[in-house]
Structures are given as structure tokens and as C-alpha cells.
């Protein structure tokens, strides 16, 4: 696609949900990260792919939280039993290889009530 | 622990002055900084910076980065309403492939 595509845009949930969010890289990036944005805060690592590698899961705040890519490509970010604290914007990007600039989606505003 | 710190955290100006945003970091093994416009919700590359006092120009915003004290600025010169936004400072080191942010300044520019 021309850019990276994240869905849902915004997602509500209840607290104890488990929510997925899909992350949709620009074609042959073969970098792709997740960042998550709290509000007024700046932006906190996730997890990192960079091709078949093993992912870079260092950033990743609890095992309720947990990333997948297939093929690849598209990235799911998984969040089980979610907490009023994972209400943040979740942000994706790629790059062409790592250690460059990054260009990131539109992020997916998740609230747990 | 590596950190990158903005400051000011937020800014308002009117349309027509000129605007320094700072940047400092302490990371272990320096690869490059960068600085990003974030509008709505996904932030736009601006600058990549990895040579120092080197000027980086594009229109009415520059950036130059100082590996001696380790910070860099972003200078924006006869600001517009449309350079509202948060700017984003982050940084690369060698040792990683992630970027590691800064808080970002908010600046509103007013007609």
C-alpha cells in the first residue's frame, strides 16, 4: 500500500477484554515496530521485527501483551485482559531495513473503560 | 539507562516569530537523532542528524546537531498556524534498532 495501515482507528473495550490491533506495513519494509502513546507522553517502544529475525519483545510492559507477524508482513499486537492503564494510541511503523527513518501509521486509539 | 529529553514541553507563539525546540540525550553508543512532526496521530519524518554541527535546511525549519554536548535543535523561522504540532526528538544508537523518544514539545502557533 502507499503507506502503513493500522485498524481499527479507535476501539473501546471493557476492562478484561482482550483486543487485537493490526499493523499493515508499507510493501517490503522488512522493519516494523509498534510504539505506544499515552496521553502527553512521548512515545514508548514495544516490540521490534526486522525479518525472519527473532522480534526485539524488550519493551513489551506485561505478558498480558503480545505481538505476531506473519509472513513476514502484517503485525498483530494482542492485549489480554486489558487494563484501564493500556488506554493509549498504538503506533506502527516500517522502514526499509532498521536504522532508518521510520514511517508510521495512523495508530489505533484504544480505550478500556 | 538511555533517555532523549525535550524541553520546552510546550510553547505558544504567534504567527511570524522564530522558535528554538531543544533536544539533549544520554545514549550509549550514538548512531544518529531525529526529529518528527506528529499533527493528529502519526508523526512525519523531518530530519535525520548524524553528523555534528552539520545544518540540516528544509524551507522555514533547520535543524544541527552537537555530539560535544550532546543535543540538537530545531529551529523554526517565521512560524504559521499550520506548525502547530508536537515535535519529536528521538535517538538511534548502535547497539539497537529502536528509536527512543523524547516527550516532544508542543508548540501552538496563533494567528
Redesign the interface.
Known amino acids: 500500500g502507499a503507506g ?1 495501515s493500522q485498524s481499527p482507528s479507535n476501539k473501546v473495550t471493557e476492562k478484561g477484554k482482550d483486543v487485537e490491533l493490526r499493523c499493515d506495513p508499507i510493501s517490503g519494509h522488512t ?1 516494523l ?1 509498534w ?1 505506544r502513546q499515552s496521553l ?6 514495544l516490540i ?1 521485527f ?1 525479518g525472519n529475525s527473532a522480534p ?1 519483545k ?2 513489551l510492559p506485561s505478558d498480558r501483551f503480545s505481538a505476531e507477524r506473519t509472513g513476514g508482513s502484517v503485525s498483530t499486537l494482542t492485549i489480554q485482559r486489558t487494563q484501564q492503564e493500556d488506554s493509549a ?1 498504538y ?1 506502527c511503523a516500517s522502514s526499509p531495513t ?2 532508518e ?7 489505533t ?1 484504544l480505550s478500556v473503560l | 539507562e538511555d533517555k532523549v529529553v525535550q524541553s520546552p514541553l510546550s510553547l505558544v507563539v504567534h504567527e511570524g516569530d522564530t522558535v528554538t525546540l531543544n533536544c539533549s540525550y544520554e545514549v550509549t553508543n550514538f548512531r544518529s537523532l531525529l526529529w518528527y512532526k506528529q499533527e493528529k496521530k502519526a508523526p512525519t519524518f523531518l530530519f535525520m542528524l548524524t553528523s555534528s554541527g552539520i545544518e540540516k535546511k528544509s524551507g522555514r525549519l533547520s535543524s544541527i546537531l552537537d555530539k560535544k554536548e550532546l543535543s540538537s535543535i530545531l529551529n523554526i523561522t517565521a512560524t504559521q498556524t499550520g506548525d502547530s504540532a508536537i515535535y519529536l526528538c528521538a535517538v538511534l544508537a548502535y547497539n539497537t534498532d529502536k528509536l527512543i523518544f523524547g516527550t516532544g514539545t508542543r508548540l501552538q502557533v496563533f494567528p
Open positions: 502503513v522493519a515496530y510504539y502527553g507522553q512521548g512515545l514508548e517502544f521490534y526486522q526485539d524488550s519493551g494510541v503506533l532498521s536504522n527513518k521510520l514511517f508510521f501509521g495512523s495508530g486509539q
